[in-house]
């Protein structure tokens, strides 16, 4: 998978937890970054996301930078993950946050990209990273299906992808089937599971104060094309939050674009 930060110093999404869970500071905003957009649309599509994604998408040298033709496809859509008040057992907490809003796009040869937006703290959104693949765009149309009306959320330990609502969490992929089963389980039981699983990991724990909170022993190098950059100090601690939990693999496993 290739998780590009649209921050000064083309920070990875791993060097962005690493920042939180030691307490460092997110990259501040540079001085050519353009305005908030009004919505997360307008900003993934925005000129600049535009210009940025089709260097993302000829990287490898798949297609030619003048013929990607990069496009954003439909409305955006809130990306949870799992919360880590909900795994400290905090009365009336929800299983899990919305952390971003995630935007499919597409190349001209077929390859797709999520852009992660975040709302900033004086209005407005930003992009702030673009990942490989279309995972939330896919896996939110997946749990409407599965489960109309539900929360899709992901359990970034493990990769796992779930559709919750009531007492009921139904798995969406091959990780959240070896979790829950392939019927699912109920939300009592799977708060119990990460509970022992993670309550001991969270922000704040002994495991966090020895900088291994990310699940990170060195966040891998950024990808070496320099970077429009677009993210504040509010949107990256936005966007590493939702890694920091107690993550121990990279954002998204690796999937061959199209």
């Known amino acids: 998978m290739n998780v590009r930060a649209i921050g000064a110093g083309s920070l990875s999404a791993a060097a962005l937890v690493a920042l939180v ?10 001085a050519d970054a ?26 490898d040298g798949a297609v030619a ?15 949870r993950v799992l919360s880590p008040d909900f795994v400290a057992g905090k009365a009336g907490a929800p299983v899990a946050r919305v952390e971003f809003h995630a935007s499919k796009a597409v190349a001209s040869d077929g390859q797709t990209a999520s852009l992660w937006t975040v709302r900033q703290a004086g209005g407005g959104w930003q992009v ?21 009306g539900g929360i899709v ?16 969490v139904l ?23 990460v509970a022992r699983a993670y309550a001991d990991k969270l922000p704040g724990s002994a495991y966090a104060r020895k900088g291994t909170a990310g699940g990170y022993d060195t966040p891998p190098a950024p990808h070496d094309e320099p970077l429009v950059t677009v993210a504040s100090g509010t949107a990256g601690a ?8 107690i993550a121990t693999r990279a954002w998204r496993r690796h999937r061959p674009t199209a």
């Open 21 to 30: 869970v030691l307490g460092g500071a997110a990259p501040a905003a540079a």
């Open 34 to 59: 353009p305005p908030p957009a009004a919505t997360p649309e307008k900003a993934a599509s925005a000129p600049e996301t535009l210009e940025t994604l089709s260097r993302f998408f000829a990287r």
């Open 65 to 79: 930078r003048s013929a990607v033709q990069p496009r954003v496809e439909g409305a955006s859509v809130p990306v």
């Open 128 to 148: 702030v990273n673009i990942a490989t693949g279309d995972d939330e765009i896919r896996y939110a149309a997946q749990g409407a299906k599965a489960l109309p």
């Open 153 to 168: 959320f992901r359990e970034p330990q493990i990769d796992a992808w779930y559709v919750q609502k009531g007492a009921k």
């Open 171 to 193: 798995p969406l992929d091959e990780d959240a089937v070896r979790a829950v089963g392939k019927n699912g389980t109920s939300l009592t039981a799977y708060r119990d599971r």
């Open 238 to 245: 936005g966007a590493a939050l939702a890694l920091a939990l």
